[in-house]
């Protein structure tokens, strides 16, 4: 079967520290990776995807970068964090093709900058 | 722009049934999804509409009406761990999510 996981599940960074949050998936190949960010009474914030080993396309202009060293890893990160930046880090995975696009989510990170 | 409308918090009695609200306009339509999320968990998958009708699993339903941009999750015999955020997610036309801010279910005894 397959797993996902993310970590740490929680941390408190000052301002302008850096970050990285790595999510693994298991049970799987070549699967669609994403990162989703989630504010209090919004909808999920898609921040990153990809396809493919160090394939990464950005959807909202940021202090954020995402890289995919290996087929079944993502990792989120920043040089300095802001304020803004707090909230609940969900990353996900899909299958690459054959079945309808259901994400199935990691365990969650929740960040908050101080 | 695109945007996906769901009631903000809903509030129902245990053993009850609630219907759940979303609509959409997208840019194309390539599917329609509702996940589950416990406060401070992540979401779970509970159902995917492509085609108009509705779609049951046990005690949750599914409808989708693609001329009205309208779908709603029906809830029945509810629960207290029913209690949770109920997310409607419509996949454009770039078979990218949009996503709805979610509804909030508080279920009383």
């Known amino acids: 079967s397959q797993t996902i996981h993310q970590w740490p599940a929680t941390l408190v960074q000052p301002v302008g520290s850096p970050l990285s949050l790595e999510c693994t998936v298991e049970?799987?190949?070549?699967?669609?990776l994403y990162w989703y960010r989630q504010a209090a009474g919004r909808g999920l914030q898609l921040l990153f995807y990809?396809?493919?080993?160090?394939?990464i396309s950005s959807e909202v202009p940021q202090n954020l970068s995402a890289s995919r060293p290996q087929d079944r890893q993502f990792i989120l990160s920043s040089k300095k964090l802001l304020l803004s930046d707090s909230g609940f880090y969900l990353c996900a995975w899909s299958r690459r093709e054959g079945d309808t696009g259901e994400l199935f989510f990691g365990e969650g990170s929740r960040l908050t900058v101080l | 722009g695109q945007n996906i409308d769901q009631p903000t918090e809903m509030t129902a009695t245990e053993g009850a049934i609630v219907q759940i609200n979303c609509t959409y306009q997208?840019?194309?339509?390539?599917?329609l999804f509702w996940y589950q999320q416990h406060a401070g968990e992540a979401p779970t998958f509970l159902s995917y509409n492509v085609l108009d009708g509705l779609e049951e699993k046990g005690r949750f339903s599914s409808f989708l009406s693609r001329s009205k941009g309208y779908s709603y999750l029906l809830l029945k015999e509810l629960q207290m761990k029913d209690s949770a955020s109920y997310l409607c997610?419509?996949?454009?036309?770039?078979?990218?999510?949009?996503w709805g801010a979610g509804t909030k279910l508080i279920i009383k005894p």
């Open positions: 990809s396809v493919g080993i160090g394939q």
């Open positions: 997610a419509v996949m454009d036309s770039n078979y990218q999510l949009i």
């Open positions: 997208t840019s194309g339509f390539n599917g």
């Open positions: 049970g799987t190949s070549n699967p669609n």
